[in-house]
């Protein structure tokens, strides 16, 4: 009996864009998992249809021979949305149908529920039938949280659902003491700063609470006094840059609540950028309607706050005990990330 994971070619040693995917291949293969390594085909979005459809084939013969490797017993692990433009990947159900008639096992890992963060309805309804194909197919599935997990069963998927609570952050070695850097009120954001991802960025009240932006795409030329761009980094030299008191997670286009489809996506997901905060021993800020929310306060590593306004009040207003507490508990916390631990620990609950 094998344990086998779909692994895309080069993955193991990019970083931008793919850091989430390539901590789960890495911890996969630590635990004696074997790697079915297949193209990346997804090579930019701005493609035409017909370079789209000429991957087909390739795809296809990829498909076809991981069904004929896979024998009754094994276990096939794949991380869903698969690295390949949505419509084309549909082609691998059939292929999956077949693995299930030999008599081995899937598994499937969730990254994103697209359905959840669209806005046009017909693009919505779409990936939500895409989905039911891939999650029913699967004998167990990893979600992000608890509340992912109860959409799932509200979805009507019944097989054992498993949850992850807050992704890794491969890094080595142990978070350095970095209290001369958190003297400041200073908030760190990172990520994509455009106005339609991040637009809340662009109307920051001028207040004693600075900020450290860090990503791509960012409008320089309307940050408030208090705000400034330290550059964009990749995700393996992001910990080594990052400086703040707190790491700001947060989306949409207001201040006054994580809005609009990225925002309403957070009531969801685990924010990648909640674990890179933590890797780096940074306390979170994070929207107190959001689905990691719950974690955030049961372990004491940041603080969940209603409005910006509000994070600003409590963060002044925290005395210098308050913030070590959660200074130390988010260090902890980073450790376990920067070791893989959260996977590892879901890894050793399947019955495989």
Known sequence: MGKYCIVENGLLEQHAGSKARCDVAQILLRHGWIPIYVKPLKVRYNVSYLERIRVIPNFVTEWRNISKKLERGDTLLIQYPLDMYPKVAMTAMKYLYEIKKKGAK???IIHDIDSLRMENEDERKWYNQAEHKFFSAADWIIAHNPVMEDYLRKEGFQMPIYSLEIFDYLEKGKIEDMEDNCQENIVTIAGNLSKEKAGYIYKIPENAVRYNLYGPNLEERELGKNIEYKGSFQPDVLPKVLNGKFGLVWDGDSI?????????????????????YLACGIPVVVWNKAAIADFIEKKRIGITVGSLNEMSDIIENMSDGQYKELKKNAVIMGDRLREGQMLSRVLEKLDI
């Open 256 to 276: 006054d609540k994580c809005a609009g489809q990225y925002g309403e996506y957070m009531r969801y997901n685990n924010p990648h950028k909640t674990s890179l």
């Open 106 to 108: 899937i598994g499937i």
